[in-house]
């Protein structure tokens, strides 16, 4: 599995619930349109000695690095557009990274 990550805080205007709405959107269309097989969203509560690391990790899956690319290059061509404008609109704090599973419960 290849995983898109981005780490992000909210603008201080911005309510929790209004970010899980505008997510649900976000996710829903990239489910059914491009290529995201999973996702997860995490809200980093206690970050000990990572002060720096923003408030929320969102986590897109998808089944190849293929699939990963081609996915993201077509966001790429409509990330102005709803729902990602939203999503583009609401944070103050932007950080992503790739990665590839070396060990899930299928390879032990």
């Given amino acids: 599995m290849y995983s898109y990550h981005v780490y992000f805080s909210l603008k201080q205007s911005v309510t929790r619930a209004k970010m899980e709405t505008v997510m649900g959107s976000f996710v829903a269309e990239e489910m059914q349109d491009n290529l995201m097989t999973g996702y997860r969203l995490l809200h980093m509560k206690d970050k000990a000695s990572s002060q720096e690391i923003p ?28 729902p990602h404008a939203s999503l583009m609109r609401i944070v103050s704090d932007f950080r992503v990274a790739f990665s590839d599973d070396l060990i899930t419960p299928e390879s032990a």
């Fill in 55 to 82: 408030d929320y990790h969102f986590i897109a899956d998808y089944a190849s690095a293929e699939d990963g690319t081609i996915a993201l290059k077509d966001l790429a061509t409509r990330y102005r557009e709803e």
